[in-house]
Nanobody, 120 residues
Framework: QVQLVESGGGLVQAGGSLRLSCAASGSIFRLNDMGWYRQAPGKQRELVASMSTGGSSNYADSVKGRFTISIDNAKNTVYLQMDTLKPEDTAVYYC??????????????WGQGTQVTVSS
């Protein structure tokens, strides 16, 4: 079983920055893909950014140029650096990680969610 623990959310003024972290622990053989989704009140969950351990990344158009996803493979941790935050970035952010366990089975795990609130 693989567990994810998120940290780094909070309240920030528009134009500010936050960095989210998501650390995985458990029986991990290999990570393949990691990323972040967000869900604002009354809206569907949307993909914010994703990255494979091979290095390719993908961003939602709304965050391109402002958010940066990165991975520390040694720590099984994915980060989301969020700069020039806007009030419309306010949401609960969820990380996910996909990979292979030490039992050679596939897994996909989710973090508990962390609130990001951007004030105008």
């Amino acid at each position: 079983q693989v567990q994810l623990v998120e940290s780094g959310g909070g309240l920030v003024q528009a134009g500010g920055s936050l960095r989210l972290s998501c650390a995985a622990s458990g029986s991990i053989f290999r990570l393949n893909d990691m990323g972040w989704y967000r869900q604002a009140p009354g809206k569907q969950r949307e993909l914010v950014a994703s990255m494979s351990t091979g290095g390719s990344s993908n961003y939602a158009d709304s965050v391109k140029g402002r958010f940066t996803i990165s991975i520390d493979n040694a720590k099984n941790t994915v980060y989301l650096q969020m700069d020039t935050l806007k009030p419309e970035d306010t949401a609960v952010y969820y990380c996910y990680e996909q990979g292979i366990t030490t039992s050679y089975s596939r897994f996909q795990s989710w973090g508990q969610g962390t609130q990001v609130t951007v004030s105008s």
